[in-house]
């Protein structure tokens, strides 16, 4: 029996498979209609192929599926889910609706291997990459408890660093992308990184018009050195350098993440610092008041701080927006989630 999940093929590589099979192309239009667009996880329910094709599909396919170990729901609706994958690793996903969208929050690996001091992630270590497979199958399942909302945003801000896992990363983007796969466009789409430098520049010969979000969360190598380790390897001016390029390359905004952290980040100096840095930039800066994670002694800072620290940027010409917590109940939000220690002894799931 195979043990290859057919949600690991891109459209071109079903296409070939097909071919391989003696099996006619526009097959793979029905296939991915089945899987993306009606959800089906079972060959046998694929009513317009061939049964001979079913079984085949079978024989050389498998769906495995996650297994749902806890839901939370937040009292603002925001829904978290931790989940097994097939060898016992575990992740969590967050569908976060609102009156305009709903976004979904996406894992991409199992653990998180740059250690960010002030992130839930990062704490249990890193285990392995997530597949293709595993990173659409957190569509697919969020997509049956959404309760008939569209999810209409994907964030790829969950568990583990995007672009460390990039070949899965980008083939699960040009699923979600496709009109033959999930049909969500890519300015609906938000890749979030530390800063691996040659990555961003490998993104930005990809010609698609995703949404880079980079995690800054420092106004100097000296405060970003505090909190990522990751400026060690890749410097802070480095870093905007590359974002410069990659402004220039695709002529896309660039969002820098940055946390707001009592007396370390939320300073006067940091602001003047960041509009220094970011003068030219076509950019705005997301600031995000610090979630408690119970293994950092960090404080947020006041409401008035924030406003006062947002004011303070925009003086230094730097476009500034707040983000609203979400899921703080349920530790869904920015920087709370995880995975568990230890893999979980489980039997595979399969779905054929």
């Not at 079903?14 to 959800?39: D, M």
């Not at 392995?128 to 497979?133: D, E, G, K, S, V």
């Not at 583990?160 to 999930?182: C, F, H, Q, T």
């Not at 990555?199 to 979000?213: D, F, Y």
Request: hydrophobic content about 40%; overall charge positive.
């Amino acid at each position: 029996m195979s043990t290859r999940d057919i949600r690991d093929l891109s459209y071109e590589e079903l296409v070939a498979h097909l071919r391989s099979r003696g099996e006619n192309a526009f097959r793979a239009s029905q296939i991915f209609s089945w899987i993306y667009q009606k959800n089906a996880s079972q060959f046998n329910k694929m009513s317009d192929l061939p049964s001979a094709l079913q079984t085949r599909l079978g024989e050389d396919f498998l769906f495995v599926l996650p297994k749902v170990l806890h839901k939370d729901v937040s009292s603002d609706g925001t829904i978290k889910i931790l989940s097994a994958l097939h060898d016992g690793e575990k992740i969590e996903t967050v569908l976060i609706p609102s009156s305009k969208r709903v976004t979904l929050c996406i894992s991409t690996q199992a653990g998180c291997k740059f250690g960010c001091r002030f992130c839930a992630s990062g704490l249990g270590g890193w285990r392995r990459n997530l597949t293709c497979a595993e990173i659409l199958g957190q569509i697919l399942y969020m997509k049956t408890i959404a309760g008939g909302n569209v999810i209409s945003h994907i964030v790829f801000m969950g568990v583990g660093e995007p672009l460390d896992n990039y070949d899965n990363l980008m083939k699960a983007i040009r699923v979600i992308n496709s009109p033959k796969g999930l049909n969500i466009a890519a300015r609906r789409i938000t890749v979030s990184t530390c800063g691996l430098i040659p990555r961003i520049r490998q993104l930005a010969g990809e010609g698609l018009q995703i949404e880079l979000a980079v995690s800054l969360h420092g106004s100097s190598n000296a405060s970003r050195n505090v909190l990522m380790p990751v400026n060690k390897k890749y410097p802070i001016d480095d870093l905007i350098a590359a974002c410069r390029e990659y402004n220039k390359a695709t002529k896309r905004q660039i969002t820098f993440e940055y946390i707001l952290i009592k007396d370390v980040t939320c300073t006067e100096q940091a602001a003047r610092e960041l509009g220094r840095l970011l003068k030219g930039l076509l950019c705005k800066i997301n600031l995000i008041a610090y979630n408690r994670v119970s293994e950092f002694d960090h404080e947020p800072p006041s409401r008035n701080r924030i406003f006062a620290f947002k004011d303070l940027l925009e003086k230094n010409g730097i476009h500034a927006t707040i983000r609203t917590p979400r899921g703080t109940d349920v530790s869904a939000a920015c920087g709370q989630l995880r995975h568990s220690e230890g893999p979980l002894k489980l039997n595979i799931h399969r779905s054929e």
